[in-house]
Nanobody, 120 residues
Framework: QVQLVESGGGLVQAGGSLGLSCAAS????????MYWYRQAAGKQRELVGT???????DYADSVKGRFTISRANARNMVTLQMNNLKPEDTAVYYC??????????????WGQGTQVTVSS
């Protein structure tokens, strides 16, 4: 059983910063890419960014230069540092990862989501 648990959401004023963390636990053989998604009310879930097992990160145009994704492979963790937040960044943020459990094939897992609200 593999679980992803996010933490760090909350309320912040526009222009402020917030950091999210996601920890994977369970019977894990390896983790390939890890992702952050977000879903605003009434909108489809969108990809915020990706980080490979080697640490190479890529971002949606809407967050480039403001958000940074990092991972700590030894702790099966990924973080999302969000700076210069805007009201349009308000959403539920989800962590996701391509995880290969021990004795099983690689598959995508999702966290439960954490709310980020940016006030104007």
């Amino acid at each position: 059983q593999v679980q992803l648990v996010e933490s760090g959401g909350g309320l912040v004023q526009a222009g402020g910063s917030l950091g999210l963390s996601c920890a994977a636990s369970g019977s894990i053989f390896r983790i390939a890419s890890m992702y952050w998604y977000r879903q605003a009310a009434g909108k489809q879930r969108e990809l915020v960014g990706t980080v490979t097992s080697g640490g190479a990160a890529d971002y949606a145009d809407s967050v480039k230069g403001r958000f940074t994704i990092s991972r700590a492979n030894a702790r099966n963790m990924v973080t999302l540092q969000m700076n210069n937040l805007k009201p349009e960044d308000t959403a539920v943020y989800y962590c996701s990862a391509d995880v290969q459990p021990r004795g099983a094939f690689i598959q995508r897992y999702w966290g439960q989501g954490t709310q980020v609200t940016v006030s104007s």
